[in-house]
């Protein structure tokens, strides 16, 4: 049955490439803006997440939410005020459109939010399912700040899914970019002990995971969103750099560097996540790509 769905965070990575994968579902979208654009078939309002202001017109006859708005976890250096600005982001945004949706009396029933497997922070070799505890670093208590938002939903009966999303692969932005960029400059080298677990996931099943989650009314609460097969920094950066025809160094770039170089943000490329995504899978859903090798090959033969 087509739903309305409503996006936020609807110019990013995966809103871009929501849009249309919706709509060829014969789903009816409209998003929240805070500038006026453009987009086909596509209602588009204005919303101002800090200011906590909202066009009400835009959750009529809405029966779907799909919350992506948050800044960017490594687009600025970590200080305490973009800490903030990261969390009220995600936080605020949900607190906002629920208090439209009861304000507004608005027909939602099903409320879908990003989060991330930064929720379990650094665990080495421990395996993780959704039921694993939150960690206690900055980018876990976001998590659980983002999810916890999410779940306010559940008071009104709306059901709630939230998808804690792995390192997307992407040609057009993502950990890809910024890993293969010294790999190119035959700067390649594992960093930190190269052991740690990296839950990559490629864009194409990002996007049909949260179809999914649209479209099938069983799924309910997280879900981690990654292949079923994490791989280890030292075999990420093996693996990309044979895709470009370029060297690896038999040195690993030290944590202090990246501790000096990024500061708290080096938990970025330093956290190990060993995700498991059985609850995924035991929806019935199935992987465009299950392996990192193949999943490269689609983005560097297509770009």
Same mark, same amino acid.
């Given at each position: 049955?087509?739903? @309305? ?14 849009? *249309? =994968?919706?709509? =060829?579902?014969? /789903?009816? $979208? ?20 800090? @200011?906590?202001? $909202? ?8 029966? !779907? %939410? ?12 970590? !200080? ?21 949706? #009861?304000?507004?009396? =608005? *027909? ?26 939150? &960690? ?14 999410? @779940? #306010? &939903?559940?008071?009104? &009966?709306?059901? %709630? ?11 057009? +932005? &993502? ?16 960093? +930190? ?5 990296? *839950?990559?996931? /490629? ?21 981690? =969103? ?5 791989? !280890? ?13 370029? *060297?690896?160094?038999? %040195? /690993? %770039? ?20 060993? !995700? ?14 299950? /392996? ?12």
């Amino acid at each position: 049955m087509a739903k @309305n769905i409503l996006i936020t965070g609807a110019s990013g990575l995966i809103g871009k490439k929501l849009i *249309p =994968a919706l709509q =060829a579902q014969g /789903h009816k $979208i409209s998003i929240l803006s805070r500038r006026q654009i453009s987009i086909k078939d596509v209602n588009v309002f204005l919303w101002d997440v800090y @200011n906590q202001t $909202i066009d009400p017109d835009a959750l009529k006859r809405i029966d !779907t %939410v799909i919350n992506l708005a948050g800044e960017g976890i490594a687009d600025k250096k970590w !200080t305490n005020k973009r800490k903030q600005e990261i969390i009220d982001s995600r936080v605020m945004s949900a607190q906002l459109l629920y208090k439209t949706i #009861q304000e507004t009396k =608005a *027909p939602v029933s099903t409320f879908i939010s990003a989060s991330a497997v930064g929720f379990y922070g650094d665990r080495g070799d421990e395996v993780l399912t959704e039921k694993s505890d939150s &960690g206690n670093d900055f980018l876990s208590q976001c998590c659980v700040k983002w999810e916890d938002a999410a @779940n #306010q &939903g559940k008071k009104l &009966g709306i059901r %709630v899914v939230k998808i804690r999303i792995g390192l997307i692969l992407s040609k057009d +932005g &993502g950990v890809l970019k910024a890993m293969e960029k010294p790999i190119k400059f035959f700067f390649g080298a594992p960093l +930190g002990s190269g052991k740690q677990w990296m *839950p990559w996931i /490629h864009l194409n099943d990002i996007i049909k995971i949260f179809t999914k989650a649209v479209e099938d009314s069983q799924m309910v609460g997280a879900y981690n =969103a990654c292949a079923p097969f994490p791989v !280890t920094n030292k075999s990420f950066t093996k693996t990309i750099a044979k895709k470009l025809n370029r *060297p690896v160094w038999p %040195v /690993h %770039v030290p944590k202090f560097v990246l501790n000096t170089i990024l500061g708290e943000m080096s938990i970025l490329p330093l956290m190990s996540s060993n !995700t498991m995504v059985q609850k995924l899978l035991d929806t019935g859903y199935k992987f465009d790509y299950v /392996h990192l090798d193949d999943a490269l090959n689609s983005i560097y033969t297509n770009s």
